[in-house]
């Protein structure tokens, strides 16, 4: 397709836009549900805020797909007597990169905007401007004259967003404040919706679970996953493209944007799940890109690996550019060849295929 005409899915979008801190995750629940709700045979949605879609529930085995919702965010800790809002960070923020952005805040009345401040660097001295300030040396600043004002617009607890949506860089390249992991959540739902339309009988039950809670401990993953009760899963998310300046590959392993998805090897892993990961890219005639972990995987595959007794996990990720700052860089084939992994996937396993090693 000419890059002048690439169109990314309205899905897809309408997740990246929709703003959900961990936690407060309405606004992409509800994208989730106008789009994957209608294709599932049963939907549900949980104390949690996951939302589950079922398709065939009485398959076997039963396969969960599971991508999170959730983002990064800020949350409203406090405001000063001149009206200045004070704020805590959720999930893992860098905080070199929090101030001079504009936030928009999610209140009971209303969006709400704002400016993350702090002092500027005129002011500082040569050993200040060093030093990368705390979280509680900056603030967000919504134009409030006093506390009293600030208070008629916002309260204490509520959560807060870089005001960064998405846009096309070129072609296919997107930039977006949380593919992190908007795209897992899109992968899942939509595998769901492809497999509801195709015409081949499915043997499996497909879970497709929009996870709430990962960016602060895979909290969603651990309460769905024991709900659900697979046989086998695959979490979706998102990982690091290597493929820029400044990223030593000895450390960090080689995956670039536009090489296909991250299937992972390592102790998290099934190792028959990954073989059937890897047989799926190929069958599906997408590329693919391999990484090992030595170690349990910072996805919601730590958590369904271990819930009850035991499930066969697999992970496949995104290569990502810039990860948990405000423009997240993706190829948006990636995610398109990480939907069509999931489908061969689920349309290959086989009554009683519970894949134990």
């Known amino acids: ?49 996951n939302r589950i879609a079922r398709l065939n529930p009485s ?34 923020h860098d905080r070199s990169i929090i101030s001079g952005r504009r936030v928009l805040i999610r209140t009971n009345r209303g969006i709400v905007k704002g400016v993350t401040g702090k002092r500027a660097v005129h002011l500082m001295s040569p050993e200040d401007r060093k030093k990368v300030p705390e979280i509680h040396e900056m ?8 506390k009293a004002d600030a208070l008629k617009r916002v309260n204490i607890g509520d959560t ?22 908007k795209a897992g959540a899109y992968i899942v739902g939509e595998a769901l919706i492809r497999l509801a339309k195709g015409k081949k009988k499915l043997a499996a039950q497909v879970a497709s679970v929009g996870t709430t809670q990962e960016e602060i401990g895979v ?32 450390k960090f392993g080689e995956f670039k944007l536009g090489g296909g998805p991250v299937i ?31 170690r349990p995987t910072g996805t919601d595959a730590r958590a369904i690996q271990v819930t009850r007794g035991g499930v066969a996990t697999g ?25 069509k992994i999931l489908v061969e996937f689920a349309r290959a396993l086989k009554s009683g295929d519970y894949l134990h090693w």
């Open 1 to 49: 397709m000419p890059k002048s005409q690439y169109s990314p899915p309205s899905f897809l979008v309408d997740l990246l836009n929709a703003r959900s801190p961990s936690g407060d995750e309405a606004e992409t629940q509800a994208v989730f549900d106008h789009y994957v709700k209608p294709a599932a045979d049963q939907y549900d949605r949980d104390a949690m805020g």
């Open 59 to 92: 398959g076997d085995p039963v396969l969960m797909f599971a991508g999170h919702l959730d983002e990064l965010g800020l949350i409203v800790t406090y405001i000063n007597p001149a009206g200045f809002l004070y704020f805590n960070t959720i999930g893992g």
């Open 139 to 146: 603030w967000i600043d919504i134009g409030a004259s006093s």
């Open 160 to 181: 807060a967003t870089y005001d960064h949506d998405f846009e096309l860089l070129n072609g296919s390249i997107g930039a977006a404040r949380a593919f992190d992991n």
């Open 219 to 250: 909290r969603g993953a651990m309460t769905s996953s024991f709900a659900v009760d697979p046989h086998v899963a695959v979490a979706v998310d998102v990982g690091h493209a290597t493929d820029h300046p400044d990223c030593d590959h000895r």
């Open 264 to 294: 992972c090897r390592g102790p998290n892993i099934n190792p028959l799940v990954f073989d059937r990961l890897v047989k799926a890219a190929k069958k599906a005639k997408v590329p693919y890109q391999l990484e090992a972990d030595p």
């Open 315 to 339: 992970l496949i990720s995104v290569p990502l550019r810039y990860m948990h700052t405000p423009s997240e860089v993706v190829d948006l084939e990636d995610i398109e060849s990480s939907v």
